[in-house]
């Protein structure tokens, strides 16, 4: 994942990922509707860890369920709230299955490392990395959910023309949205303090943060 977050910066930094706005609606691309797309991308994501969790013996504690829910709440509010909301352009089916197969990926590594390899001492709750990273992890949610709000206020009902987004943090960053993204997932990072989750953190701004710098531009 470290790898490939490498190499997605590289590329993305001198071309676009082609959805959203950068989608050439006039290729021959197989086209899908956005809030199909962003259900079906995003599901594997919440189904994974679920599926892994019911299927685990023994009792893993709180901390490693907490942590694991966290993750899920994410990616419940990605596949089943924001899909529905979305305003967004057709969405290219090669990007929906490549979204696909990085969230089926991700959410075995993320639940598997929390259900069978992570450790948590009696005092787990207590610890400044687990209160700081979720405190830091929610804001970042609060943030993305604020941001795409505002993104989507922008747009008239059957609209799908990008305008210059006002209010939040948009009146600090462009990109206020992918900077809600990366710390939340920073702050999760943090919280639960391993090599998987750090990985993820770290794709994620090779990702989204060459796409925030072109909307930027």
Not at 87 to 112: T, W
Not at 161 to 186: D, H, T
Not at 197 to 202: I, R
Request: glycine share 10%; with cysteine; charged share 10%.
């Amino acid at each position: 994942m470290i790898l490939g977050g490498v190499m997605h910066f590289i590329c993305l930094m001198k071309s676009h990922a082609a959805y959203g706005r950068y989608v050439d609606t006039s290729g021959s691309s197989m086209m899908v509707p956005a809030r199909l797309a962003w259900f079906l991308q995003e599901l594997p994501a919440l189904l994974v860890p679920l599926l892994l969790m019911l299927t685990t013996d023994g009792n893993n504690g709180t901390g490693r369920h907490l942590m694991l829910w966290t993750f899920c709440l994410h990616y419940f509010q990605r596949s089943c709230i924001y899909s529905l909301l979305t305003k967004g352009r057709p969405y290219p089916l090669n990007i929906m299955l490549s979204g696909i197969v990085f969230c089926s990926i991700n959410g075995f590594l993320q639940a598997h490392y929390l259900l069978h390899c992570a450790t948590y001492h009696n005092t787990w709750f207590s610890d400044a990395c687990v209160l700081a990273g979720l405190i830091i992890f929610f804001i970042g949610m609060g943030i993305n959910i604020h941001s795409d709000h505002i993104l989507r206020s922008l747009r008239k009902p059957g609209e799908i023309s990008y305008k210059i987004p006002r209010g939040g943090l948009f009146e600090y960053v462009s990109g206020a949205n992918f900077f809600g993204e990366i710390v939340e997932w920073l702050g999760y990072a943090v919280a639960t303090w391993s090599l998987p989750t750090f990985a993820f953190a770290f794709f994620t701004i090779c990702f989204i943060g060459p796409r925030a710098y072109h909307h930027h531009r």
